[in-house]
């Protein structure tokens, strides 16, 4: 494992881009230096691999401060770059909140500290979450860490009022807010997809209108105000139809679809076994259909992964008393692959958008999502596309083990991850080394 | 395999039984005849018929043993076999349980164990159509329609009419 | 069988057969003075009650010490301890104790399965209700009464309407019945208000009717379930009045009945609101047969899953 520092040049040679050019690309500090067949410092071989731009997640749970048994910002990092990642958002469900200044800039400098990608703080809408009153959102703007991505997420802002005012008031710097739709007294105590699975099961039902009234009301709300807002964890068929009809009538809305809504169904409840306990709920094949499609046509503009641990005990028990959450971050390129690209439903080009362009847009990030040119930020992740790798729920980066893909065999490995120059994975292994 | 028995000697076998339960119980007025299931309770009802046919109404019903069987966990469970006590019952009764082979008296034990329950016989009496030896526990039968001297690695097979379309005793396996 | 009992779907037809007659045959055997068998002897059964429930916890006691197993009595009202705890930590103590079989009665949806697929325990798990998702023995119990009304039919249910009236939505009691009086071949009408029917029943091989009047003439069996107070603070009816006046079992509804049908309710009653008391002790009602049935029915499915070599014993 040889250590690569930041003042290293180096050339990853052979390797190809998204769209099926092979060539070399030479980083030098945390530019790029060169992409063409000049070759310089050390030579990292990458032929039959793909040089993409590092991929971009919106929707992390990093759990720092507050519940840091299952996660922290420096143990998130690492299974954050495990995935290719070299930006992630911290959501601000913490404890405590994320509703002032000092706790958005503590998560900031923890993501420096780390040092493995950047971390980018999301700040609450509402103080303490409970929808009442807006946190200081200006504050959280005008600090070190420069929120720009708003919100409640883990909770609804469900008071029509409140959403407006928060709509409106990050206009004043270009802030969005990302709304968690599900209203909350039609999900009192829900624990799957109301559906016919729920009928059999037993099991309170989460129904796709609680999540569907809310991303319709808040689209027109929007548009009144004329703000951006943005739409997390898209589910439901109902829902895809929503945001095309706004982007159809020009409405600044966004959208995010996470990678196991686009797999998993509510059929796999069935068993009772928590590790598929999430919300919103897994729902029915119609809606993973109308998702993927919806992903592809550019409906929904990213992926995002919604990665949320938990410690085993709150996913080994009976189902409703289990915490809702799965692991995201190291298989999220492997599952859009499996759903989107192998299924010949996007291209990897299109991949690289919705995974690293659209996200760093989205949030502002602009040393992100910037497709691989010369001069540009070294922020870039090199897939196997082809090899396989079987997910071990003992053997993730994340401290915690949620993860409801275990066992199964995911086509695309990442081998390389490079943030801002440094590797920081090399070979799937994790190097040690950070960006100072 | 040899057939030991065939029709004829069967119903013989049955007659003399029957003779010698009348011998035995002067008069039949509190005899009660309990087959064992299944074949036990086919030869329980051949002798009530016998008996019915030299003047004598016996009542006759079957005793099912499988829930006192000592041997219950080497098998995955057995289903039951019906229970049907006559008129009258048994209380105070002369019991005459009927089963096809007598062999281990593990199977015998357990109808006592079974009659207990049901309740207070007077006596209980036992009539087999085979006699096997081996016997790993102390009991014996009353009323014995052939003795089959076997080895413990042979079988005997029971084959009656009623149930299997033919009257046959035959020993299986090697000597 | 299977060697766990956690809905009526782990059962064939033959399974359910099996079931009704064996109790039918204990039910012979055990009309005599001691009443017990040394079946079970050497077996302990633990009855692992999260929820208050002294009537099946009793019944399943009663049955178990009938065959001689030996009872350990677990009643764990798990609020107050922290979740997840509860259920593993208890099962690895039973382990250590060497249950033979666990009863579970809890009241999240689904614990008997995570108990039985989690690996913490080896023994035998019988679901005694989880949550509102199933109890099966209340079905074998509902299902051999029944049987047993109509001796005729030989336990074959095809062509006989049976109705199960009331609170569809959070009933196990009802979901166990769908899957088994529909496995037996007889036609299940639900009768409900909207509210109270699940999304997704009409998946369900039943007929469903918003309305008891309209067709209560046809029924051979009535089920009634019992209404939870506690459901009207959700809207789901306006008040016990009109939920009674609309789907109660009164007196102008029983002489409506066939003269041959039956009425059913699994306990407890809400005497006066879902069935009148003179439903409940008509000549047509079963109800006390059922609780006597379902000690039967319990010895039966204890018999069954550990009468003879369990799963891991030699054979």
Known sequence: MSKISTNDVYTLKGVSLADGTVLNIVISGSTIASLGSESDGEIIDCTGLMALPGFVDLHTHLREPGKEDSETVLTGSRAAVVGGYTAISAMANTSPVADTAGVVEQVFRLGKEAGLCEVFPIGAVTVGLLGERLSEIGAMAESAAAVRVFSDDGKCVSDPLVMRRALEYVKSFGGIIAQHAQDPRLTENSQMNEGEVSSRLGLAGWPAVAEEAIIARDILLADHVKSRLHICHLTTRGGVELVRWAKSQGINVTAEVTPHHLLLTDELVESYDPIYKVNPPLRTQADVLALREGLADGTIDIVATDHAPHPTEDKECEWSAAAFGMLGLETALSVVVKTMVETGAITWSKLVEVMSINPAKIGGYDRQGKPLQVGGPANIVVVNPTAEWIVDRGHMASKSRNTPFHGMTLPTKVLHTIFEGVFVLKDAELTGAKHE | MSAVLETADIDRALKRISHEIIERNQGLTSVVLLGIPTRGAFLAQRIADILKELGSQVPVGTLDITLHRDDLRLRPPRPLLPTLLPVGGIEGKDVVLVDDVLFSGRTIRAALDALGELGRPKTVQLAVLVDRGHRELPIRADYVGKNLPTSSKESVKVSLLEIDNVDRVEILGER | ?315
């Open chain 3, 1 to 315: 069988m299977k060697n766990h009992l956690l809905s009526i779907n782990d059962l064939t037809k033959e399974d359910v057969l099996s079931i009704i007659s064996t109790a039918a045959e204990l039910e012979k055997i055990t009309e005599g003075p001691t009443k017990k068998l040394p079946t079970l002897r050497g077996r302990t059964i633990v009855n692992l009650f999260f929820e208050d429930s002294t009537r099946t916890r009793i019944s399943f006691e009663t049955a178990a010490k009938r065959l001689s197993a030996d009872v350990i009595n677990f009643s764990a009202k798990g609020s107050s301890v922290s979740k997840g705890e509860s259920l593993k930590d208890t099962a690895q103590t039973l382990q250590a104790m060497g249950a033979d079989a666990v009863v579970i009665r809890h009241g999240s949806s689904g614990a008997a399965q995570r108990l039985a697929d989690s690996g913490w325990i080896s023994a035998t798990v019988i679901n005694a209700g989880d949550g509102t998702h199933e109890h099966p023995t209340q079905a074998l119990l509902d299902a051999f009464t029944i049987a047993k009304r109509f001796p005729e039919r030989k336990a074959d249910f095809t062509g006989l309407r049976i109705a199960i009236v009331g609170d569809i939505l959070h009933s196990r009691v009802a979901r166990s019945n769908v899957l088994l009086l529909t496995k037996l071949g007889a036609q299940v009408t639900l009768v409900a208000p909207p509210t109270l029917l699940p999304v997704g029943v009409e998946s369900w091989p039943v007929r469903i009717s918003y309305e008891l009047d309209s067709e209560l003439e046809q029924f051979d069996v009535v089920m009634m379930l019992r209404i939870q107070l506690e459901r009207m603070t959700n809207f789901y009816f306006p008040n016990e009045r009109e939920y009674s006046r609309r789907y109660g079992l009164n007196e102008d509804r029983l002489l409506r009945m066939k003269k041959e049908a039956i009425v059913m309710h699994p306990g407890p009653m809400n005497r006066g609101l879902e069935i009148s008391a003179a439903s409940a002790d008509s000549s047509r009602s079963v109800i006390v047969d059922q609780v006597g049935n379902g000690v039967l029915t319990r010895m039966a499915v204890l018999y069954l899953l550990l009468g003879g070599a369990t799963l891991g014993e030699v054979s």
